[in-house]
Structures are given as C-alpha cells and as structure tokens.
C-alpha cells in the first residue's frame, strides 16, 4: 500500500515544523506587526503601556515553558520565548488586549 499525499504533508510538517513555524513568525508576524503598528500607533502606544511586557507576559511565557517541559537549558528555549514575544506583540500591535486573546495575565 502507498502512502497517501496527506501522510506525505503529515510527515513534511513533522520534521519541518521548527522551521515552518520559524518563517511564519520572522516573516508573516513580523510584516503583520509593523503595519499594524503603522495604522494605529496612538491605540498601539496606550496598550503597550496598559499592559508591559515585563509585567503582563514575562512570567506567563516562562511559566508556559516551564508547564510544557521547555527549560533554559534546551536548545530551543529561545525560539519559543521569542514565539511567546511575539505573540504578545501580535496581540497588542493587533489592536487587542492581551486578556481578550488567550494569553491569561
């Protein structure tokens, strides 16, 4: 019997998904990102101040990562920080509030 396309892609994404969720964060968020941020900076501004990162998502990524098994020591600690990051900033330069977009301060 022959594999069939969909456990080709199943089998593709497993051993690419570090990468595959590599580019779509530095490109499609970050890209996101900065025109959001470019259409309402006066909205973007007020919440970045409402809701600092160090205050609001800091602890709530590293206890993610803690929950999930990923320490500091793993080499892929720093890719999922930096996803937890952007995640937040996609949150906040999307016009949304932290709390109405499943990160739970």
């Known amino acids: 019997m022959g594999v069939t396309t969909k456990e080709k892609r199943r089998k593709y994404y497993e051993d690419n998904k570090y990468d595959i969720c590599n580019n779509t964060l530095n490109k499609y968020c970050v890209k996101k990102i900065e025109e959001i941020r470019n259409l309402h900076t006066d909205r973007v501004n007020d919440y970045i101040e409402r809701y600092p990162f160090e205050k609001c998502a800091d602890l709530y990524i590293k206890s993610e990562l803690y929950k999930h098994k990923v320490f500091s020591m ?25 709390l109405d977009s499943g990160f739970a301060f």
């Open 74 to 98: 793993h080499d892929r600690y720093a890719d999922c920080y930096d996803a937890g990051m952007m995640a937040y900033l996609y949150n906040i330069k999307g016009g949304r509030k932290p």
